[in-house]
């Protein structure tokens, strides 16, 4: 991955008041108190944290969308919220509401989209990239969350820009065009361009993004590569689970030591989990023999991200909120 040496983005000691609050007597409530972030070209930065964390706030401010209370940012070398439209022609942006008009049509509006640029990109070949043409003359009003979201992703795509921001991306879309979404991010990674984009789904931060940054209740509270991250938790080189299915209600207790446990999540599921060793795997086979249990799947992993945030944000009992 090749970077320039200066930045697409960078975000210094981000501060961000909304209100006045009525439920604060009027006051103004503090939605972002401190995060910074940088995101070179040729790379995917992700912006990981829980609904209501500050990360559509964030790229908002980033934009200039917002007017930010403190802190510094510099987008494409110069600041957003004084910049001229030269600099809005550099950069795409697909919002996580879509803000696309109700009673237009797919590819009337991508090609009134183009017009608003110098050199557009082909509306054809993205109206065929993202298969938008099933679609073409339904009024956008019509469309499912999942056929928004390609028209607004075709829409920040249209000017051809140099920086990208992509809040909540796969938002609302099925399993085949999440991955054509995907293949489509990371070629325009390789491409060279800078891509921010904000994610409550693990999944997503752990596919797509080069460098991430976790942010919890308006804060930056870590940051670095998926494997960076994953070994600044001290427990991700040793912790590791089991998952496996069998008959309901089964004694585990001869599978359970110091350091490991074993809880049935729901009739029939069952999950064995701490520093686990080949002999935790040889007692549970012996186990099975004994008890003439055959499960009918075994699924044994390292800890992912979805580990290292719940550790790290204190979110452990907040599973709904990261799309988990």
Request: proline letters at 5%; a negative charge; aromatic letters at 4%.
């Amino acid at each position: 991955m090749t970077k320039t040496l200066s930045p697409a983005l960078e975000i210094s000691g981000l501060i961000k008041d909304v209100g006045p609050v009525p439920g604060l007597d009027g006051r103004m409530k503090r939605v972002i108190s401190n995060i910074s972030l940088t995101a070179h070209f040729g790379a995917v930065t992700a912006l990981l944290g829980a609904n209501g964390a500050g990360k559509t706030t964030t790229i908002e401010c980033a934009q200039g969308l917002q007017v930010r209370t403190g802190g510094d940012i510099s987008l494409l070398g110069q600041d957003p919220q004084t910049a001229d439209a030269g600099l809005r022609a550099r950069v795409g942006v697909m919002l996580q509401d879509g803000g696309l008009p109700p009673s237009a049509r797919p590819v009337a509006l991508l090609r009134h989209v183009a017009t608003l640029y110098e050199n557009p990109l082909s509306v054809d070949a993205l109206v065929e990239r993202l298969g938008i043409g099933e679609f073409a003359d339904t009024n956008i009003r019509r469309l499912s969350g999942g056929q928004k979201q390609r028209v607004a992703l075709a829409a920040s795509l249209i000017g051809n820009p140099e920086v990208l921001f992509l809040d909540e991306p796969s938002a609302g879309l099925d399993p085949q065009s999440r991955l054509m979404v995907f293949e489509l991010i990371r070629e325009l990674r390789d491409s060279g361009k800078a891509i921010i984009l904000t994610t409550h789904l693990l999944d997503d931060a752990q596919r797509l993004a080069d460098y991430v940054y976790i942010v919890d209740k308006g804060e930056s509270v870590a940051q670095g590569t998926v494997q960076e991250l994953l070994k600044q938790s001290t427990a991700a080189l040793s912790q590791r689970a089991m998952t496996f299915e069998a008959t309901p209600h089964l004694n585990t207790a001869p599978l359970v030591r110091s350091g490991i446990s074993c809880t049935e999540t729901r009739p029939g599921s069952y999950t064995l989990a701490g520093d686990l060793e080949p002999a935790d795997l040889g007692r549970f086979g012996s186990w099975c023999a004994q008890n003439a249990i055959m499960p009918t799947s075994v699924h044994l992993a390292s800890q992912s991200l979805e580990d290292v945030f719940l550790s790290i944000s204190g979110a452990g009992n907040n599973h709904e909120s990261m799309g988990i």
